[in-house]
């Protein structure tokens, strides 16, 4: 059978309760072509993991019977959503990794590892929620590959932790935010502007990470804690712009994990710590800048939806925000182009529609910044929030915005 040793060694794990496969590039690849290769494997299992949108493009529940646990919607797993093989778990990080170490009640952890050395193996360039599942003490299967760099300050596991090893070299997941274009030129700009030299700077994932690395070229002293890094940094730790990157996941391209193996400049650690608020809320001046889809004019933010179907979760955004406002000095931003669709719909709404769930409460939120400004929502009245958000607006629409919130007004909306 040519996937035996993989059916060995899941004959390792409990008969009920999920299956961890990890995400990014701790991806198990060799397992998942194994599950696309053979229905019978895993067959009518639940697997569970923190499967990104952009970058794990895997659907595991196409075949077999299989079912997952996510708490977050890829592409891939719209699908198996819809056609009930997939159930979303609405969590932040923080509670994620918590879950998954305790409440999940997991049958055991897939997940990709270095070559070993000297009695453990590493997690490189993936360190985010693993370990959690390790310190379980579950069965471990771990897939040994040599495209897996050995980071310097990144978690080690023993050899002997693993009921399994399992030899197979695949490409790691790679990713790429794509080029930007001047709108994002803009906002990057903009935060930018809210960001001051020896800061401790947190992005989210893609064009608005790039976009503000780019306006930072002139600052000095920054250092990078949050979920992941991309190539970007790398320039900004030699001209010395940045001087650390405290993060859990790498993402980009196999010439970057391989730059960043031995950069003694960047420690790889667990969400347990990259999102703990004991964490960020002793780090002076902590900023988060991260994308959202949509705000309305009470300053409540849709991070999730695009009209009514889900298209990422919550990941850490929340977790950061709120460590930023527990920071000395800390100030968490928000960004979004001003317009959708050729620039023919506003992502400054009156209101967030009736079927979109609230991503971000109207209380958390700090800044809003747009390409055309930034708004300071924090302390702010209701009436305050509401003009300010308006004139970071696309011009097209702030008269039609300022006579919507006026409607509301009359309507008693105004508290």
């Given amino acids: 059978m040519k996937n035996l040793?993989?059916?060995?060694?899941?004959?390792?794990?409990?008969?009920?309760?999920?299956?961890?496969?990890?995400?990014?590039?701790?991806?198990?690849?060799?397992?998942?072509?194994?599950?696309?290769?053979?229905?019978?494997?895993?067959?009518?299992?639940?697997?569970?993991?923190?499967?990104?949108?952009?970058?794990?493009?895997r659907d595991p529940t196409r075949t077999g019977q299989r079912k997952a646990l996510t708490s977050f919607v890829t592409p891939s797993l719209q699908v198996a959503i819809k056609e009930q093989r997939a159930n979303v778990m609405?969590?932040?990080?923080?509670?994620?990794?918590k879950w998954l170490g305790n409440a999940a009640g997991l049958?055991?952890?897939?997940?990709?590892?270095?070559?070993?050395?000297?009695?453990?193996?590493?997690?490189?360039?993936?360190?985010?929620?693993?370990?959690?599942?390790?310190?379980s003490k579950v069965p471990l299967i771990g897939q040994i590959n040599a495209a897996m760099p050995e980071i310097i300050d990144s978690p080690r596991i023993?050899?002997?932790?693993?009921?399994?090893?399992?030899?197979?070299?695949?490409?790691?997941?790679?990713?790429?935010?794509?080029?930007?274009?001047?709108?994002?030129?803009?906002?990057?700009r903009n935060v930018a502007e809210l960001i001051d030299d020896a800061d401790t700077v947190q992005f989210g994932l893609g064009k608005l990470q790039t976009a503000v690395l780019a306006a930072l070229n002139n600052h000095r002293s920054l250092k990078l804690h949050g979920g992941m890094i991309s190539p970007g940094i790398l320039t900004h730790l030699t001209d010395g712009s940045f001087?650390?990157?405290?993060?859990?996941?790498?993402?980009?391209?196999?010439?970057?994990?391989?730059?960043?193996?031995?950069?003694?400049?960047?420690?790889?650690?667990?969400?347990?710590?990259?999102?703990?608020?004991?964490?960020?809320?002793?780090?002076?001046?902590?900023?988060?800048?991260?994308?959202?889809?949509?705000?309305?004019?009470?300053?409540?933010?849709?991070?999730?939806?695009?009209?009514?179907?889900?298209i990422t979760g919550h990941g850490g955004l929340v977790d950061f925000i709120r460590g930023a406002a527990l920071s000395e000095q800390g100030?968490?931003?928000?960004?979004?182009?001003?317009?959708?669709?050729?620039?023919?719909?506003?992502?400054?709404?009156?209101?967030l529609g009736s079927s979109v769930p609230i991503t971000i409460n109207r209380a958390d939120i700090d800044w809003i910044v747009t390409e055309y400004g930034a708004a300071c929502l924090k302390h702010a009245t209701i009436q305050q929030r509401a003009n300010r958000l308006i004139e970071i607006a696309s011009p097209k629409f702030r008269t039609e915005l300022a006579n919507a919130w006026e409607m509301n007004c009359r309507k008693g909306l105004k508290i």
């Fill in 5 to 57: 040793a993989w059916t060995n060694a899941l004959k390792s794990f409990a008969d009920d309760g999920p299956i961890y496969v990890a995400g990014c590039c701790g991806e198990p690849t060799a397992f998942l072509d194994a599950l696309e290769e053979d229905p019978d494997l895993a067959r009518g299992r639940t697997l569970t993991g923190v499967w990104i949108p952009g970058v794990n493009q």
């Fill in 243 to 310: 001087n650390h990157a405290t993060i859990g996941v790498a993402l980009g391209d196999r010439e970057f994990y391989a730059q960043i193996a031995n950069e003694k400049r960047i420690s790889f650690k667990p969400v347990s710590f990259t999102h703990s608020a004991t964490t960020l809320a002793a780090i002076k001046s902590f900023v988060s800048v991260n994308s959202i889809l949509e705000v309305d004019l009470f300053g409540q933010g849709n991070g999730e939806f695009l009209g009514e179907t889900q």
């Fill in 107 to 135: 049958a055991g952890g897939i997940f990709q590892v270095s070559p070993p050395r000297d009695g453990t193996v590493s997690l490189g360039v993936s360190a985010d929620f693993t370990p959690s599942v390790v310190a």
């Fill in 331 to 351: 100030r968490s931003i928000l960004a979004l182009p001003a317009t959708a669709r050729q620039g023919t719909i506003s992502r400054i709404t009156p209101s």
């Fill in 90 to 97: 609405p969590m932040h990080y923080s509670s994620t990794y």
């Fill in 158 to 188: 023993p050899l002997d932790r693993f009921g399994h090893l399992i030899e197979a070299e695949t490409s790691l997941v790679e990713y790429e935010a794509g080029s930007i274009n001047e709108i994002y030129t803009a906002i990057g």
